[in-house]
């Protein structure tokens, strides 16, 4: 059981409503994928892409002016700006998450996504460094199921069987145990009824005080880094 000197709330559970800014954010960040999508399929001409490269850097110049302090994506919540399943954030599929509440004794998560081109490892199929990022995801949102999160320890991952593209893939992970600061948990990734992956990750918990200082860090780098 979850000690309660470690629990703290967990950065996986949005603590605000959405503002306008943020809405018109996610919109973007779905007209970046698809422009990712189109620009690494595409078989137009020449001029188009030389044509597309011109509204892109206008596009670029337009977002780069400022304008609503604090309101970058950069800046969100977790959940929105998350690399797998954050709206907000180009780079994510994204992932689609739900609990099961009724699993175990903390719940399980589940993520469904569809890959694409973009995350091509062999042909037709999702490159093995996105499924182990992807199981990373997913069970980190997991072990918060705890009420005592941490970061990640170790993260193993067994490939059964090739995971397709353009398929759902469901990834569910689940807590195995909680043994002092070490939260041991496990996934696995299916298309349909077959096993394409399984994973162990081991977290490990820390102190609010400890979780609050690298935040503090992360928010000097982003301001050095802006200003430089």
């Not at 306008?20 to 960040?29: E, G, K, N, Q, T």
């Not at 195995?176 to 939260?183: A, F, L, N, P, S």
């Amino acid at each position: 059981m979850a000690d309660d000197s470690f629990t703290f709330p967990s950065f996986h559970s949005r603590d605000r409503e959405l503002s306008d800014a943020d809405v018109a954010r996610i919109s973007l960040a779905d007209s970046v994928r698809e422009l990712v999508y189109q620009s690494f399929m595409s078989t137009a001409a020449v001029a188009n892409l030389n044509e597309a490269m011109g509204l892109i850097a206008d596009a670029v110049t337009l977002l780069a002016q400022p304008g609503q302090a604090g309101s970058a994506a950069a800046e969100s919540h977790f959940s929105d700006r998350s690399p797998f399943y954050g709206a907000m954030n180009p780079l994510s599929m994204p992932m689609a998450m739900t609990i099961d509440q009724e699993f175990g004794e903390f719940g399980a998560v589940m993520g469904d996504v569809v890959f694409t081109e973009p995350y091509e490892g062999p042909p037709g199929h999702c490159h093995g460094g996105f499924i182990a990022a992807a199981f990373d995801e997913v069970l980190g949102m997991t072990q918060s199921l705890t009420g005592r999160p941490g970061m990640t320890g170790k993260l193993s991952v067994t490939y059964r069987s090739p995971t397709p593209l353009h398929s759902e893939i469901r990834f569910k992970g689940w807590v195995e145990k909680v043994d002092g600061r070490k939260i041991f948990t496990k996934g696995t990734a299916h298309h349909g009824d077959k096993l394409c992956a399984e994973a162990e990750v081991l977290f490990l918990s820390m102190p609010p005080e400890m979780m609050a200082g690298i935040a503090a860090a992360n928010v000097s780098k982003k301001k050095n880094f802006t200003s430089s």
